[in-house]
T-cell receptor, first 119, second 114 residues
Framework: GAVVSQHPSRVICKSGTSVKIECRSL??????MFWYRQFPKQSLMLMAT?????????EQGVEKDKFLINHASLTLSTLTVTSAHPEDSSFYIC???????????????FGNGTRLTVT | DQQVKQNSPSLSVQEGRISILNCDYT??????FLWYKKYPAEGPTFLIS?????DKNEDGRFTVFLNKSAKHLSLHIVPSQPGDSAVYFC?????????????FGKGTKLSVIP
């Protein structure tokens, strides 16, 4: 089945530093990847839609300059949290859809998430 | 404004009994609905889905029911097993959403008691 790998699974960083999170589709091509954020006991909130070879589309209220997204290939998207602050501490999850001849409503496959703690 | 609502944050069910998880939505453009299961510190795993042209979809112990007029769907798990204990997210999408992105509910934590 389709597998999405997310790395690292857990990271602790100091306030003011930047952190990069990688999301890879291991056995399929993902022209579109999505980045979500989850606070405790809250829903998965879509942050941005990452399209291969073009700029990401950010949801309202998400700072583009703070959460840099790069989708340079069909199998890799990265999220960089720049100048991290304690309030950026959260669970970040990426997802991708296998676009090979499937209808638009094929299910998303998720990575295992990254727990970011900013001290 | 939450377009997908799961009003029960938690549910406890005895092993072997039926678990019923509910989800309501407000956006009438949604035409595809999915349930995801999530364990702590892991990403969600796709469980089952239903298109708006259907009112029921069954896969083993899992059945999803859709009531379009009430904008309500439910996930039935029969019989419930301890391994089903997880957070269940209801999600919805429609063709016009950017790259078919999903809108999630807040989740319901299911605890199946042995």
């Amino acid at each position: 089945g389709a597998v999405v790998s997310q790395h690292p699974s857990r990271v602790i960083c100091k306030s003011g530093t930047s952190v990069k999170i990688e999301c890879r589709s291991l056995d399929f091509q993902a022209t579109t990847m999505f980045w979500y954020r989850q606070f405790p006991k809250q829903s998965l909130m879509l942050m941005a839609t990452s399209n291969e070879g073009s700029k990401a589309t950010y949801e309202q209220g998400v700072e583009k300059d703070k959460f840099l997204i790069n989708h340079a290939s069909l199998t890799l998207s990265t999220l960089t949290v720049t100048s991290a602050h304690p309030e950026d501490s959260s669970f970040y999850i990426c997802s991708a859809r296998d676009m090979r001849g499937l209808p638009y409503n094929s299910p998303l496959h998720f990575g295992n998430g990254t727990r970011l703690t900013v001290t | 404004d939450q377009q997908v609502k799961q009003n029960s944050p938690s549910l406890s069910v005895q092993e072997g009994r039926i678990s019923i998880l509910n989800c309501d939505y407000t956006n009438s453009m949604f035409d595809y609905f999915l349930w995801y299961k999530k364990y702590p510190a892991e990403g969600p795993t796709f469980l089952i889905s239903i298109s708006s042209i259907k009112d029921k979809n069954e896969d083993g112990r899992f059945t999803v029911f859709l009531n379009k007029s009430a904008k309500h769907l439910s996930l039935h798990i029969v019989p419930s097993q301890p391994g089903d204990s997880a957070v269940y997210f209801c999600a919805a999408s429609y063709p016009g959403a950017g790259s078919y992105q999903l809108t999630f509910g807040k989740g319901t934590k299911l605890s199946v008691i042995p």
